[in-house]
């Protein structure tokens, strides 16, 4: 009898740590948490902000989203906050708002190999693209456009695109 007890116990012990680990892989609906732990200088910011801007843009349309920023980074989120204005999108920070067609917007840029990883996250989709900063003049050429300046960033991957389900899509 009390080997039966200390199975029970076991297989249920064992039982409850597999339902915990598989809360914590599956993805939720929520936005990741913004921060940015690789070093950015301004142009570097400023490019990679316009850069995903731009991507956003081909699935999040400007002039009829007001995107409520996350984030309260000194370098990226001003950068990224200007982006998204001269894109034409209204955006908020840290006021509430009852509008309806508010997107929160989180970020999170991290150092990855030789260079950063940028995920942009909001409810309805999810980029992610790799950068190569410069540090010593030119960092490579961008298309037909020519190279970059010394602490500039030039997409070094392709970009990746998660869309996201909502409860009232199919």
């Known amino acids: 009898m009390s080997k039966l007890l200390s199975y029970l116990r076991f297989s249920t012990a064992l039982f409850c740590l597999v339902l915990l680990a598989a809360c914590q892989t599956m993805g939720g609906t929520g936005l990741i948490k913004s921060e940015v732990t690789a070093e950015l200088s301004t142009e570097a ?3 990679i ?3 995903m801007v731009e991507r956003l843009a ?10 409520a920023l996350r984030g309260n980074d000194i370098v990226f989120g001003p950068a990224l906050e200007a982006s998204l204005r001269d894109k ?6 840290d006021q509430a708002t009852t509008e309806a067609a508010v997107e929160p917007l989180a970020y999170s840029i991290d150092p990855f190999a030789d260079g950063v990883l940028v995920r942009i ?3 309805k989709v999810e980029l992610t693209r790799m950068y190569t900063l410069g540090t010593t003049g030119t960092t ?5 456009s020519g190279t970059t300046g010394a602490n ?4 070094a991957s392709p970009l990746s695109v998660m869309q996201r389900r909502s409860a009232d899509r199919p």
């Open 45 to 47: 910011a400023s490019s």
């Open 49 to 51: 902000a316009a850069d």
């Open 58 to 67: 081909e699935h999040i349309g400007p002039g009829s989203t007001t995107i």
């Open 88 to 93: 034409g999108y209204a955006v908020v920070t």
């Open 121 to 123: 996250s909001t409810l």
């Open 140 to 144: 490579g050429t961008t298309g037909t």
């Open 152 to 155: 500039g960033a030039v997409p």
